[in-house]
């Protein structure tokens, strides 16, 4: 017995260099990010840097443009997910790791160039047009289109959707399914009964893992809305890169996290009851 | 006249079948033509960059022949050379400290107190909730106050955002772990440093392993937190191909990233094959009869 | 058997090459508690899947009350199934699993309230009503897993194993209250278990099976006590069997004695197997008695002492309300009655195999 509780209280020690870790790159670069979004280039405070994300028109459209963006993909990505999984199950190809295999290889490609080989396909002359005129219809104008960076973010994005969804898909015993429907419920039932509800904590770090990517990208929004089109991630990368303009753009990222943080806030209930899921 | 009625017969009772045999099999076949067409969709840009590697042209959109000659300027180009070689060097050094750090970080957090235990979680999902361009900022702001931007500013960053993959597959583990194995092993005489590595670390392994490998992918696949904290002359292969957007893509790095898919491909179905015979459904099936 | 409710017609099912069924064939009366017993691994699970709908036999039909329903999804049968690791839908009260099916079947809000009210006073949960399923123990999700299928009102009521995953004193006390239940619902119970005394106890006809066969079908009675093959004996109950051979009617030689028994017709000099219950056993004075051995070991098992008493190079089980010196030499004695003789198995199918 007193061993064993030496040795509970020896453990925690353990996670130190953690701990430290955290400190050091996690919490103190945040703070100083803070510092420099809430400071102007005298030293003197100021909450305009934070405000620049409502106050100026520019960044108030990249906003809202990012918002829709981040829906619309997370919102397309859910409705292509669950009837994936739910063939890949009927497929009976959900016991093998092979359905898994297909999802995650294309994240091995580079992503830029993946997004740049949709540019030569949704281009105007690209392959999708010439095999539209080849097959006789009328060719289809989606590059430097809101249409396309979509496309590219659900292109993207959507194995972190259909991974969670399927881990906790596929986690739900079969038990389950066979008393739902003996007690007489069709597949749509218990897809709507069952499975849906069984699934929430995969859809939510799924939500996760896709909302907050394609709010903040600036790749995408790069290469495929012919740099015209700009999300917020690209106004806050040219306030560092371009204007040196290192306090509004410190400013713009702690609103953006602020933003996101609260748009989140209602998925974390959901998972803070010490039950972490992860992708795969 | 017989014969006609007797082929009339036999021609819709055969098409009744196939009607039959469609409607049974309706949803096996709109599940697979939906598969199929997401496999599409997720695999048509690859096919493209495949396609492009062996065209003769430097032309992103016209087919001007097939010819290797890529794959050969590849191997003669040290900077693409240079940047993968950092890549992966990145990647590793960068996964296995994680893992160095975020095992027994998750191992020492799994015996702290309710409390304490909810805020280290809680800063362990910093780095997974907020959006790569904010960690990347911040890191950034940090660093250029001591630390000059290079390799080590990028390494730190890939750790930092590494480690909470780790601990978040070893913790499921370290919860379901049986204690009293662990005990049983202190009382038969193993003292702590024996128990943890015959007992506690091979029931670990398993996610460990996926904890590294995870941590390993997102290092290859980042781009935006390597792209905020590396400093001149440190290319990944991410950054390097965003530098070559506006001036336009080397074909070489077509032919890279087709090597790359390949490679990894094979490995991944190596893998699969393996871990596929180990468990097979059919014990699964028996176990319901 | 004139009301028949459920037939099974020559189902055949193997799965990756294994038969599990073949050419199985039963008759279930309305109202009947009929038990499938046997060892994991002898298709028994598989005939209540079939019956529920889960699994298509590869030949032969399932009939309900006459009507066809071989082909007919799970969800339009008129039975239910009490499943063995209960299956309570996690993320739903207990009022809302047991309202489940009844929703589905758009009944009226009233009247789904009645039926868990009356649901949860018949299996003793009164007041369950908004408990988590998973913080119920495992008896308790039983009986909700019991009340969620009652209260569609099967006509037949599949139970798989209910009770396999209690412990020992539940298990009794849920048995006892599944027979009440039976009583007040008043529907067919199609019982599968591996446990024979459970099977003893609750049903009015078990089916016994090893092997996709079925070995025997009685009542309770007739299977404990004349059980047709030494699968059967060695399965339900302790049992002694030895080879004998039939001397002719009315006598069986068992290690080199003859015994007067009560069997005829297994011809003249014929290699039977011969089973003697461990209580129909008597223990008497050394020389008196058919056979005679040597005590081996006593154990005091509460009611009676289980004595093993060595004759030649077989071990016979004893039970006797007295103990034995061990190490002692007695000898031993049967009532013609009690003894009875099988006809040795011609197929492997009937071979002894107990796997528990």
């Known amino acids: ?29 945040l703070i100083v990010i803070f510092r420099y979004a809430l400071f102007d280039g005298n030293g003197h405070f100021t909450l305009s840097n934070i405000a620049a994300i409502f106050s100026s028109s520019i960044n108030r459209k990249a906003l809202w443009f990012s918002l829709e963006i981040a829906l619309g993909c997370t919102a397309f990505c859910i409705l292509l997910s ?21 999802i995650i290889l294309p994240m091995w490609m580079n992503f830029i160039l993946r997004i740049l080989a949709w540019q030569m396909i949704l281009s105007n002359n690209g392959i999708l047009n010439l095999l539209l005129t080849t097959l006789g219809f009328e060719p289809v104008r989606i590059a430097n289109t809101p249409t396309a960076i979509m496309i590219g973010s659900v292109y993207d994005y959507l194995p972190y959707m259909i991974l969670p969804i399927y881990t906790s898909i596929m986690e739900i015993n079969e038990d389950l399914i066979e008393a739902a429907k003996d007690l007489g419920a ?15 904590p995969g859809l939510l770090s799924g939500i996760v893992m896709v909302f907050v990517p394609s709010m903040t990208s600036f790749v995408i929004s790069d290469i495929l809305g012919g740099g015209k089109l700009q ?14 303009n290192w306090h509004v753009g410190s400013g713009l990222s702690v609103a953006l996290m602020i933003l996101v943080l609260l748009s989140m806030a209602f998925t974390r209930k959901r998972t803070a009851d010490g039950k972490e899921s992860l992708v795969w | 006249m017989k014969h006609l009625k007797h082929f009339a ?22 599940s697979g033509i939906y598969v199929g067409l997401i496999g599409l969709f997720l695999y048509a840009p690859i096919l493209v960059l495949i396609v492009l590697s062996f ?16 794959y050969e300027a590849l191997f003669s180009n040290s900077q693409i050379g240079d940047a993968l070689v950092t890549t992966i060097v990145l990647a590793l050094a960068s996964a296995g400290i994680a893992v160095l750090i975020g095992v027994p970080g998750a191992i020492g957090m799994h015996a702290l107190g309710k409390k304490k235990f909810k805020v280290m979680m809680g800063l362990t999902n910093i780095p997974l909730l907020n959006a790569d361009i904010v960690t990347g900022i911040a890191l950034m702001l940090w660093f250029v106050h001591f630390i000059p931007l290079g390799f080590g500013s990028v390494l730190i960053a890939h750790i930092t955002f590494n480690i909470p993959y780790v601990i978040l597959s070893v913790m499921p583990r370290l919860q379901q772990m049986n204690v009293s194995v662990y005990e049983a092993t202190r009382d038969l005489g193993a003292g702590p440093v024996y128990a943890f590595f015959k007992i506690v670390l091979p029931d670990l392994m398993p996610g460990i392993v996926s904890g590294f490998f995870m941590a390993f992918t997102m290092s290859m696949d980042d781009f935006v937190i390597t792209f905020f904290t590396k400093g001149p002359g440190v290319n990944t292969l991410s950054t390097m191909i965003y530098g070559q957007l506006k001036k336009g893509i080397k074909p070489e790095m077509y032919a890279l990233s087709t090597l790359i898919f390949l490679v990894v491909s094979a490995v991944l179905l190596v893998v699969n094959g393996i871990s596929d ?11 319901r009869i | 058997m004139s009301d028949v409710i459920l037939q099974l017609e020559h189902i055949t099912k193997s799965f990756d090459g294994k038969m599990i069924l073949d050419d199985f064939n039963l008759e279930i009366g309305r109202n009947e508690f009929v038990t499938l017993l046997g060892p994991s691994g002898c298709g028994k699970s598989t005939i209540l899947r079939i019956i529920g709908g889960f699994v298509r036999p590869d030949k032969g039909r399932v009939l309900f009350e006459g009507h066809d329903i071989t082909m007919l999804p799970p969800e339009k049968r008129n039975v239910n199934t009490v499943f063995q690791k209960y299956s309570l839908f996690p993320h739903m009260s207990v009022a809302d699993n047991i309202a489940f099916g009844l929703k589905l079947k758009k009944k009226s809000s009233s009247y789904i309230r009645d039926k868990i009210a009356y649901a949860l006073r018949l299996v003793n949960l009164e007041g369950y009503d908004d408990r988590d399923p998973l913080s119920l123990s495992g008896g308790q999700q039983q009986r909700v897993a019991i009340a969620r299928a009652i209260v569609n009102e099967p006509k037949v009521l599949l139970l798989d194993e209910p009770l396999g995953a209690l412990d020992l004193k539940l298990r009794h006390e849920m048995q006892r209250e599944l027979i009440k239940i039976k009583k007040e619902v008043g529907i067919t119970f199609l019982y599968v278990t591996h446990d024979q005394e459970e099977a003893l106890m609750m049903s009015d006809r078990i089916i016994v099976m090893n092997k996709g066969i079925i070995q025997q079908a009685g009542d309770s009675k007739s299977i404990y006590d004349e059980p047709q093959n030494a699968f059967v004996a060695d399965f339900i109950g302790e049992s002694n069997i030895i080879d004998g051979i039939m001397v002719k009617d009315l006598l069986v030689n068992i290690q080199g004695v003859d015994f007067p028994c009560v069997d005829t017709g297994f011809g003249e000099n014929n290699p039977v197997d011969v089973v003697i219950r461990p209580e129909d056993l008597e223990i008497v004075p050394q020389g008196q008695g058919y056979l005679t051995g040597q005590v081996i070991s006593v154990i005091f098992k509460g009611a009676y002492y289980e004595i093993k008493v060595k004759v030649d190079n077989y071990e016979w089980m004893i039970q006797s309300v007295d103990p034995a010196p061990v190490g002692g030499f007695v000898g031993l004695t049967i009532d013609p009655d009690n003894i009875q003789i099988m006809h040795k198995p011609v197929r492997d199918d009937e071979e002894v195999a107990r796997d528990e």
Do not use: D
Request: charged share 20%.
């Open chain 1, 1 to 29: 017995m007193n061993e064993n509780e030496v040795r509970t209280n020896k453990r925690p020690f353990l996670s130190g260099p953690y701990f430290i870790w955290i400190i050091a790159f996690t919490v103190l670069p």
């Open chain 1, 82 to 102: 669950y009837p994936l999984v739910m063939a890949l199950k009927h497929l009976g190809l959900s016991k093998r790791g092979f359905s898994l295999f297909i």
């Open chain 1, 186 to 200: 069709n597949s749509f039932t218990v897809f709507c009964k069952i499975i849906l509800p069984l699934s929430l």
């Open chain 1, 231 to 244: 999300l917020i991630g690209n106004i806050i990368e040219q306030e560092f890169m371009i204007s040196n």
């Open chain 2, 9 to 30: 017969c036999s021609f819709l009772n055969c098409v009744k079948n196939i009607f039959l045999a469609i409607r049974k099999h309706f949803k096996g076949i709109l």
């Open chain 2, 55 to 70: 065209n003769k042209g430097r032309s992103r959109v016209k087919w001007e022949g097939f010819s290797f000659k890529w």
């Open chain 2, 277 to 287: 015979r180990k468990k097979t459904p059919k014990a699964e099936q028996i176990e």
